[in-house]
């Protein structure tokens, strides 16, 4: 960016700014929004940048708040986007590069402004804002169209319906981002909401037709990671002075008007945070993420988790049960091949474990997969490297392996694939592994690290859950995976024993299993047995001992133990741990939005 990052903070002085937020009214066929729009400016993405444009266009948003009462220009702005929209998609068709700059422009602005809105009003005013209109002082009329209804409808028409070509990718992202500042007054509250202009925009009337179609939209814009097009080849190109973009030589726009809001040039964005390959995956991710965990409206469900939980397969042939709503089909090939290979980000984990745990469709699919490797080992990378991941993505990655382990044909099919030189696996040289001897390896360290480190007794009863899961099927394992095994059986019972048997009640009681009484005494027998022959014992010698007391361990007092399954079930109220963590995850990875810390209210910033 360089000295010009400095000119953001002229824009209170801009004379178009100055004029769409001062006291005099703005028609919406003034030739003014021409010019307004006639500028180049590439988004900011580096958390500075962003500061500082917030903090040079607050005064300007405080300025249109006090007088768009009077005025209604804010109505005036988001009619004129509305008016381009609807020529938008046979402006991308007739590769009209300046009708649809100007579009991202209005976009941009409201988007801007809408943020500021958000933070700074309540919910009650904001509508009061897209309802004024250019009369008296404060009039509005009450049976004109809903305007911030026809907004939000738009939006989700353009995001769905605009080809993505190299000329509408940036107005496509800023569509989503959009969609996700509209929905960020959750961040402002320490509360869960389960009421809120979310819910009465995208839970009923217009809006609801496009549920699926978005969903749909936003899970392919993942699936395709699309990658921006290079720099410069999607806008009208610049000025030689380094100024403004002209709309078009009719349009009577001066050169260099706009130069304040030019931030280096069209795509120079080299001192930026270093970006991500795909902005609209990362973009559609987050909002699709915030759209499933919106709580229930009153009088309705979350059809967006409805659309969620229901999709099949596009080679599903089969017809949708009638009282399924928001249905619709997508590649599960593509998206599996997208799941394994995005793990690395938070977000994705979460989408996998929401595909997971809610459709069944997608898990069905999944575990009748015959390279299960290429989604495990992911995972498990991501619980080996637990120390340098954030506490709730371990958790998620720990559930999605539990919830694999419920299936039998998981638990037996993972012995049969044989892997190859695991590289990131630092503590022993595994030269030729199973998946199912590798997923036990990391399960046995996850949980060592958690009795030295966290202690986190969620993470705990899980592990040992997980493990559970699998032992009724464990097949030729590793020597080092049955080592660990037996050391882990040793470290417990001589130094925790007590802990042993709280987690075993633990799994027990809080997650689905059948009532039986635990054998207490075949734990008490064998570590007796190991208290007896000494604090320092090598794992042959433990095995050795375990051996011995199994001839010796009375017969008749056993009862056959039935296979030990467990079943993953969230707590009861799951909003309040996810509502929460999606919106860290928006805080800290979307592109181009900032908030200011100190207004966030919903998490703690130091938060994981």
């Known amino acids: 960016m360089g000295s010009n990052s400095s000119r953001i903070g002229d824009l209170p002085k801009n004379e178009y700014l100055k004029k769409l937020s001062g006291t005099e009214s703005v028609s919406e066929n003034d030739p003014f929004w021409n010019q307004l729009l006639s500028f180049s400016f590439p988004a900011p993405t580096s958390s500075t940048e962003l500061k500082l444009l917030e903090e040079a266009t607050i005064s300007v948003c405080r300025s249109l708040v006090e007088n768009n009462p009077r005025t209604g220009n804010l109505g005036a702005l988001i009619k004129v986007f509305l008016s381009r929209t609807k020529e938008l998609k046979l402006s991308a068709e007739c590769q009209n590069h300046i009708f649809i700059w100007q579009t991202h422009n209005a976009l941009f602005i409201i988007c801007c402004l809408l943020k500021v809105f958000i933070c700074e009003m309540s919910e009650e005013e904001l509508q009061l804002h897209f309802t004024y209109e250019e009369k008296s002082p404060g009039s509005y009329s009450s049976d004109s169209e809903d305007l911030l209804e026809e907004f939000v ?328 995976a049955a080592q660990r095994i037996i050391s882990l059986f040793s470290l417990l019972s001589k130094k925790h024993n007590k802990v042993l048997e709280q987690a075993t009640q633990s799994l027990r009681g809080s997650l689905s299993s059948n009532d039986v009484p635990l054998p207490d005494y075949v734990i008490t027998f064998f570590s007796s047995r190991l208290l007896q022959a000494g604090a320092e014992l090598s794992v042959e010698r433990v095995l050795e001992i375990i051996k011995q007391g199994v001839v010796a361990l009375p017969k008749d007092r056993l009862k056959k133990f039935p296979e030990l399954k467990f079943k993953y079930v969230e707590e009861e109220q799951p909003e309040e741990f996810f509502i929460p963590y999606v919106w860290s995850l928006v805080y800290n990875s979307a592109i181009g939005l900032y908030w200011n810390p100190q207004d966030i209210q919903l998490f703690t910033m130091d938060s994981d």
């Open 153 to 480: 409808c738009c939006l989700m028409q353009l995001i769905t319906d605009i080809p993505l070509l190299d000329i509408t990718y940036e107005i496509s992202v800023e569509a989503i981002s959009t969609m996700v500042v509209f929905l960020s007054c959750q961040l402002f509250h320490k509360e869960v909401l389960r009421q809120s202009i979310s819910h009465k925009y995208l839970m009923r009337g217009r809006c609801l037709l496009y549920t699926s179609k978005l969903v749909k939209t936003l899970l392919y814009n993942f699936i395709r990671q699309e990658k921006p097009p290079p720099p410069g080849t999607h806008v009208f190109p610049q000025q030689s002075d380094g100024g403004g973009l002209l709309y078009g030589l009719a349009s009577g726009v001066a050169t260099g008007l706009w130069t304040v809001f030019t931030l280096g040039g069209v795509g120079s964005r080299a001192a930026a945070a270093p970006e991500l390959s795909s902005p609209l995956a990362n973009q559609s991710l987050l909002l699709l993420l915030v759209l499933a965990n919106l709580t229930d409206a009153a009088d309705a469900p979350n059809p967006y988790r409805q659309a969620i939980m229901s999709f099949k397969n596009t080679q599903d042939n089969s017809p949708f049960p009638s009282s399924i709503p928001h249905a619709f089909q997508i590649n599960f090939n593509s998206l599996y091949t997208a799941l394994c290979e995005q793990q690395t980000s938070d977000q994705a984990t979460l989408l996998l474990y929401t595909l997971l745990h809610q459709n069944s469709n997608i898990r069905t699919y999944m575990l009748a997969r015959t390279d299960m490797e290429n989604l495990v080992l992911p995972i498990l990378e991501i619980l080996y490297h637990v120390e340098e991941r954030n506490s709730h993505h371990v958790y998620m990655a720990l559930i999605i392996l539990l919830i694999l382990t419920e299936d039998d044909g998981f638990n037996r099919s993972i012995h049969e694939v044989i892997l190859k030189n695991i590289t990131w696996y630092s503590e022993r040289v595994l030269t030729e592994i199973s998946l199912g001897s590798l997923l036990i390896l990391v399960v046995i360290r996850t949980i060592q690290y958690n009795m030295t480190r966290t202690r986190d007794k969620y993470l705990h009863t899980n592990c040992l859950a997980a493990l559970a899961n699998m032992s009724a099927q464990f097949r030729s394992l590793h020597q080092y």
